[in-house]
């Protein structure tokens, strides 16, 4: 006689059109599914809960609950002033003159401050802000900020302009001055964050320098031209002779 619990593909049919019984769970299947749920009834309501719901649903708890709740509570707590901490920036925000101190200078201790002076009418300030604004959101705990370099600094030279100067803890970390240090007119975004990486403002997910290429290519030219004097030299040597 055919084993109803013989696990066939004919068997499968049976059981679909009722002249089998359903298939006898095993031993191992039972034991592993009752652990299952015994694990899932051991964890309380409240640990899939939000503060707002813990609030609202207190009086549904034992005292033995609300002892657990408020510890879990403390958790969650830190752990979201831990987060609102770590992303309380998150934008790049426009300050004055008169502001530079309080925002700059005398940040919040351990605070990396990135301040960029500016002139709407320079199209190369433009681009920076517009790469300091995407940065600023991925880098939260970085404090960004930009400033009218006229409200900060009288009579400030355009060829000056962009400067990007880096705070920490009251001093200048770092800056970069005039177009050719910022990084040239087609400044990409991940070679500013390349560069604000490198002095430690910004903690990048980049695994090398995007302008690796072109220094290389720079590097190898400059080689080139320099055996090529050398090798000119030589021979110039040697027609002297």
């Known amino acids: 006689m055919q084993d109803p619990n013989e696990d066939t593909e004919w068997n499968d049919i049976l059981r679909d059109f009722g002249i089998l019984p359903p298939k006898e769970e095993s031993k191992d299947e039972i034991e592993e599914m009752v652990l299952g749920l015994q694990k899932e009834a051991m964890v309380k309501p409240f640990e899939k809960m939000t503060l707002a719901q813990l609030k609202e649903a207190e009086d549904e708890?034992?005292?033995?609950?609300?002892?657990a709740i408020e510890t879990y509570r403390e958790k969650r707590l830190q752990e979201w002033k831990a987060l609102k901490k770590k992303q309380k920036f998150g934008e790049l925000r426009e300050i004055s003159g008169n502001q530079y101190v309080n925002e700059v200078t005398n940040a919040e201790k351990d605070v990396w401050v990135i301040i960029h002076l500016y002139r709407s009418s320079i199209p190369m300030c433009l681009l920076v802000n517009q790469h300091l604004s995407l940065l600023a959101r991925k880098f939260p705990e970085t404090k960004f900020v930009k400033a009218i370099v006229n409200s900060c600094i009288q009579h400030?030279?355009?060829?000056?302009?962009?400067t990007i100067f880096v705070y920490k803890n009251g001093q200048i970390e770092a800056k970069f001055i005039g177009i050719l240090e910022c990084g040239g007119i087609n400044l990409k975004l991940e070679e500013l964050e390349w560069k604000l990486a490198e002095v430690g403002a910004i903690q990048t997910d980049l695994e090398e320098n995007p302008q690796k290429d072109i220094v290389d290519m720079m590097v190898s030219s400059i080689r080139n031209t320099s055996i090529h004097d050398d090798s000119d030299s030589s021979n110039s040597d040697n027609d002297t002779k």
Do not use: G, T
Request: hydrophobic share 20%; net charge negative; proline share 7%.
């Open 61 to 67: 708890f034992d005292e033995e609950d609300m002892q």
């Open 156 to 162: 400030y030279h355009d060829n000056c302009l962009p």
